[in-house]
């Protein structure tokens, strides 16, 4: 009898406490991603009811900027939709980072509480927006692109922006970055590069600083690539690195390359990525037209 009555106390508490919040936030289909180029992204959630036959009936979506101020209140919707809800505030800005709560109404017509906070964070919206050229093609061959800088303060943020036509490998200070292989995805290159966005902040720091890059043929046959390197310092500056005419190029490890065919991978001409590692043989590159 005591088990029975504690049941309907609980039932009873949780249905006054109203509907859970809702759980496992998404925006294009990815938990918390970066390097969203779409201008209106969609956000997704999951409902958490514990009763039987419940359902949405309305939801309110709140996205604010990194600063905290408002950039978007959906107000209450009415509506079941839970899935690929499309944005519908002011423009969102290249590089920046919101973050987002849902909530959601029964069929009851009870309110949830807010979501715990998601976030997103924009890509480069504009081609001015890449201030680097092309590298790669004959002049690098299956070179090692380089290029050392120094960062004048604690690193706040840093993100990479990656593109290529055939496929790419980045380091920095000697690290991989990202747990990426085969990118960026195959397109048609006359119209469209496909690029990536890696979160690199604990790979820099403050001072001397080193950059590599490694371009695969893939399916554009030749090897050439961009990159676009933001990082913000704690006491508010921005340091832009990108591939010109100011870095050098040497002789790489992979000696062919093919998606049919495999790799071939010589080890003894690996460079080293450390700073201040350079020796003998790296050279000037010239930068290409763009695929």
């Known amino acids: 009898m005591r088990r029975v009555i504690f049941v309907l106390v609980v039932l009873v508490q949780a249905a006054l406490a109203g509907p859970l919040a809702p759980r496992s936030l998404r925006v294009e289909h990815l938990v918390n991603p970066i390097g969203i180029d779409v201008l209106k992204p969609r956000f997704t959630w999951e409902l958490a009811h514990t009763e039987r036959g419940q359902a949405q009936t309305a939801y309110q979506i709140m996205v604010k900027r990194d600063d905290g101020s408002s950039a978007w209140d959906s107000g209450r919707v009415a509506s079941p939709q839970s899935v690929l809800v499309e944005y519908g505030g002011p423009a969102l800005e290249s590089g920046r980072r919101y973050t987002w709560q849902v909530r959601a109404w029964d069929k ?79 397109t048609n290159y006359a119209k469209r590069v496909l690029y990536a966005t890696y979160d690199v902040t604990a790979m820099l720091h403050q001072g001397a600083n080193a950059a590599q890059l490694m371009f695969g043929e893939g399916r554009f046959g030749s090897r050439q690539g961009i990159l676009q390197l933001n990082i913000e310092t704690t006491d508010g500056r921005m340091i832009s690195v990108s591939t010109d005419d100011q870095w050098r190029v040497h002789t790489g490890p992979i000696v062919s390359d093919s998606v049919y065919n495999g790799e071939t991978y010589d080890a003894r001409l690996e460079p080293g990525g450390a700073v201040g590692s350079e020796g003998g043989g790296w050279e000037p590159v010239k930068t290409v037209p763009s695929p």
């Open 108 to 186: 009851a017509g009870q309110p949830s509480v807010y979501s715990a906070p998601a976030f997103f964070e924009m890509g480069l919206l504009t081609a001015a927006e890449w201030k680097g050229a092309w590298l790669g093609g004959a002049t690098g061959g299956t070179g090692v692109f380089r290029r050392e800088f120094t960062v004048p303060g604690t690193v706040k943020r840093a993100r990479a922006y990656v593109g290529a036509a055939g496929y790419y490998e980045l380091r920095l200070n000697g690290a991989k970055a990202g747990d990426h292989f085969l990118d960026p995805g195959y």
